[in-house]
T-cell receptor, first 105, second 113 residues
Framework: KNEVEQSPQNLTAQEGEFITINCSYS?????LHWLQQHPGGGIVSLFM???GKKKHGRLIATINIQEKHSSLHITASHPRDSAVYIC???????FGAGTRLTVKP | DSGVTQTPKHLITATGQRVTLRCSPR?????VYWYQQSLDQGLQFLIQ???????AKGNILERFSAQQFPDLHSELNLSSLELGDSALYFC????????????FGDGTRLSIL
């Protein structure tokens, strides 16, 4: 079984700050998902990546397959980015516990 | 709007009962995934169907079963319900069998009294 760990569990930032959320896993994988869960409960798939880096707007996701580690970065954070961010290992569909991000104006 | 429709949005029932949750995937998507999200265990993968066939199985209890119909909608049946089954149940869909981002429905909140 793949153990998926996220850090930090909770993160509070001021608007405009650069945010980094980390995800580590214990067994080699083929791809990893980053999900965003809004306060209302809805889930949006942000990225699926198997190598390198992907960018969408102010969001950047990176993965290092050798080090079994992925990061999600948010540039110029905004209060509307407040959500729970969850990483998920594609191969056996295991999820991290999530990082609750609060961005204050 | 993800294009994935889940019904009902909320369900309240009692222990020992049986319920059926329904999911209509995004148009054109052949894969349907079911997930359970509880407060103490986070998100867990239950089961995946692709074009009517079971494709992958996760932490799905024997009291739970699912199927995907010819029109590609899927149902998750939960029986002999226990208090611990109270959770948000999400359905997601994707075009292919693997390797693609999933689109999530809004979830069904199940409360067992």
């Amino acid at each position: 079984k793949n153990e998926v760990e996220q850090s930090p569990q909770n993160l509070t930032a001021q608007e405009g700050e650069f945010i980094t959320i980390n995800c580590s896993y214990s067994v080699g994988i083929s791809a990893l998902h980053w999900l965003q869960q809004h306060p209302g409960g809805g889930i949006v798939s942000l990225f699926m990546l198997s190598s390198g880096k992907k960018k969408h707007g102010r969001l950047i996701a990176t993965i290092n397959i050798q080090e079994k580690h992925s990061s999600l970065h948010i540039t110029a954070s905004h209060p509307r980015d407040s959500a729970v961010y969850i990483c998920a290992v594609k191969d056996d569909m295991r999820f991290g516990a999530g990082t609750r991000l609060t961005v204050k104006p | 709007d993800s294009g994935v429709t889940q019904t009902p949005k909320h369900l309240i029932t009692a222990t020992g009962q049986r319920v059926t949750l329904r999911c209509s995937p995004r148009s054109g998507d052949l894969s349907v995934y079911w997930y359970q999200q509880s407060l103490d265990q986070g998100l867990q993968f239950l089961i995946q169907y692709y074009n009517g066939e079971e494709r992958a199985k996760g932490n799905i209890l024997e009291r739970f079963s699912a199927q995907q119909f010819p029109d590609l909608h899927s149902e998750l049946n939960l029986s002999s319900l226990e208090l611990g089954d109270s959770a948000l149940y999400f359905c997601a869909s994707s075009p292919g069998v693997t390797g693609q981002p999933q689109h999530f429905g809004d979830g069904t909140r199940l409360s067992i009294l």
